[in-house]
């Protein structure tokens, strides 16, 4: 899979996409959108993402019995931040500013991802 092409056709999807990332097999690719000032680190998305990949698995322990989990929103003060599953074990990281439509958002990346996933 092409991590920085999917990168790059997330950040192409709205203005308000100010980071897209994907995370497997422990390594980072990741863009930012030219001129956003990131809030973490290198070394705290890192982190997070790692922590992020610990509440994927445990989301997938009850898939049997509400379904499979398709994406994770949270809502900061200051951006919403969304995790999405890809290939085996890997996660999609968008970050948006707050004036967005998630929904619209995610079904966009969705599309990305299963294009890129076949």
């Known amino acids: 899979m092409n991590y920085d092409k999917i990168c790059d056709e ?3 999807l709205s203005q ?9 097999y422990g390594e980072l690719h990741d863009k930012i959108r030219p001129g956003v000032k990131s809030h973490l680190s290198r070394e705290e998305t890192e982190t997070s993402l790692s922590q992020a990949i610990y509440r994927w698995s445990t ?14 929103l949270a809502k900061y003060e200051k951006i919403y931040r969304i995790t999405i599953p890809i290939g085996g074990a890997g996660l999609i990281l968008i970050t948006t500013e707050l004036d967005v ?3 619209q958002i995610v079904d966009k990346i969705l599309e990305i991802r299963d294009l890129h996933s076949n």
């Open 10 to 12: 997330i950040l192409e």
């Open 16 to 24: 308000n996409i100010r980071y897209a990332a994907v995370y497997d």
């Open 59 to 72: 989301r997938k322990k009850t898939a049997d019995k509400i379904g499979t989990p398709i994406f994770a």
């Open 101 to 103: 439509d998630v929904n």
